[in-house]
């Protein structure tokens, strides 16, 4: 069974649909209109996010501490989730492939131990990813982003410092690092990974 999902940007605050972190409902209904951006699947409450921004705008017009923590965000694309676990349970054994797009990081705990393979997504055909799954093509790829471990690593990060997220782990022990990628034998170590890949 192979399951393409959906993006994890898309959020829901009451009744109205947002993407990037702004809702007019939350404005008109007394707060300052910032909300989380969520990795999930699942809603997600920004518990560690800062007490206080470091963006913002002096202008009259505008919100000089745009700070959400506490608030909460329901994805759009939640009912992805539950197919995966679904499938899993109705495929009695059976391999179960997830292909999430990854034009952002996602927070893939939520599935990975659900899936027997993840097929990163970026954005390629149907046909280009049933070459890979059938075999008639090896993949090649490397993750060109970190992918968190949660999304409390993710509001805990230094917007200026690259690497500093705690990755996700499988359960075969690899770390969802930048440049990881996997090929039909082994973890892919090739020119590309030994100039890009961080040493720990």
Not at 51 to 57: K, L, P, Q, R
Not at 123 to 141: C, H, K, T
Request: aromatic fraction near 6%.
């Amino acid at each position: 069974m192979i399951i393409v999902l959906r993006g994890t940007l898309e959020v829901t605050v009451g009744n109205e649909k947002r993407t990037l972190g702004y809702s007019e409902e939350d404005a008109a209904s007394g707060g300052i209109g910032y909300v989380p951006i969520s990795l999930k699947y699942r809603p997600y409450t920004a518990e560690h996010a800062r007490e206080h921004s470091i963006a913002g705008d002096p202008r009259a017009s505008d919100v000089l501490d745009r700070a959400y923590r506490g608030k909460t965000v329901t994805t759009h694309n939640e009912s992805d989730l539950d197919t995966v676990l679904e499938m899993k349970e109705m495929m009695e054994g059976k391999p179960v492939i997830v292909s999430p797009p990854l034009s952002n990081p996602a927070i893939v705990a939520e599935f990975e131990a659900e899936a027997d393979a993840i097929v990163a997504n970026f954005g390629l055909q149907d046909q280009a990813l049933m070459d890979v799954l059938s075999g008639a093509f090896e993949p090649s790829g490397l993750l060109p982003m970190q992918m968190p471990a949660d999304m409390k690593t993710v509001e805990e990060q230094l917007e200026d410092v690259a690497h500093d997220m705690d990755c996700h782990v499988d359960s075969e022990g690899h770390v969802y690092d930048f440049a990881y990628g996997l090929n039909w034998s082994c973890v892919i170590n090739d020119l590309r990974t030994a100039k890009y890949r961080k040493t720990r």
